[in-house]
């Protein structure tokens, strides 16, 4: 079993693509697309909110009080 990693820094980009670099250093990316037309998510699909990404307990947060699991960001992001 792998060990959680944190999120450290999270940067928005077009197409619903987040940069992530990981507490180990890995930078990864990860396509939130799929996720636009689910809750919590499609509240910011085609809204500036998405551009909002922070980090915050070691995950990507939105305003709104939403978030996505830091081993999806992880487990589901390709390395850069």
């Known amino acids: 079993m792998q060990a959680l990693l944190d999120v450290v820094r999270v940067e928005a980009k077009p197409d619903y693509k987040l940069l ?7 930078m990864r990316i ?5 996720y636009m037309d689910k809750k919590p998510f ?3 699909k085609g809204s500036p909110l998405f551009g909002k990404a922070t980090v ?3 995950t990507v947060v939105w305003p709104g009080n939403i978030d996505i699991a830091p081993e999806t960001l992880y487990d589901l992001s390709r390395p850069l």
């Open 30 to 34: 990860f396509d939130m697309a799929p």
């Open 42 to 44: 499609a509240q910011l």
């Open 20 to 26: 992530l670099e990981f507490e180990n250093g890995e």
């Open 56 to 58: 915050d307990y070691g």
